[in-house]
């Protein structure tokens, strides 16, 4: 029901940055909260900076200072603005949506982009 395409992966040297775009299938102002997660290899998925409807944003501690998540609503479409970006930052981003209002119905399952990577070199 939610489809979601991210894109602005890529490489970039340590200090550089980086904006990601997701881009919802649906009206993202029926959509609970959206969010950016990262997995580096053998490591589990972690939460990155997620936005609700209502806007307040959360941040990973490690990120804190450095990114900002904001939404565009005209868009569909939610970025993660990546600065002073560092080698630890270097994973596969991931766009996730959580809780979709749609006809009266309220869905609560996850629903996840394809994935984006980032490698930050030192």
């Known amino acids: 029901q939610v489809q979601l395409v991210e894109s602005g992966g890529g490489l970039v040297q340590a200090g550089g940055s980086l904006r990601l775009s997701c881009e919802a299938s649906?009206?993202?102002?029926?959509?609970?909260?959206m969010g950016w997660y990262r997995q580096a290899p053998g490591n589990k998925r972690e939460l990155v900076a997620a936005?609700?409807?209502?806007?307040?944003?959360n941040y990973a501690d490690s990120v804190k200072g450095r990114f900002t998540i904001f939404r565009d609503n005209a868009k569909n479409t939610v970025y993660l603005q990546m600065n002073s970006l560092k080698p630890g930052d270097t994973a596969a981003y991931y766009c996730?949506?959580?809780?979709?209002?749609?006809?009266?119905?309220?869905?609560?399952?996850?629903?996840w982009g394809q994935g984006t990577q980032v490698t930050v070199s030192s």
């Open positions: 996730n949506a959580r809780g979709y209002y749609n006809g009266g119905y309220y869905y609560s399952q996850d629903y």
């Open positions: 649906v009206s993202i102002r029926s959509i609970n909260t």
């Open positions: 936005v609700t409807s209502g806007g307040p944003t």
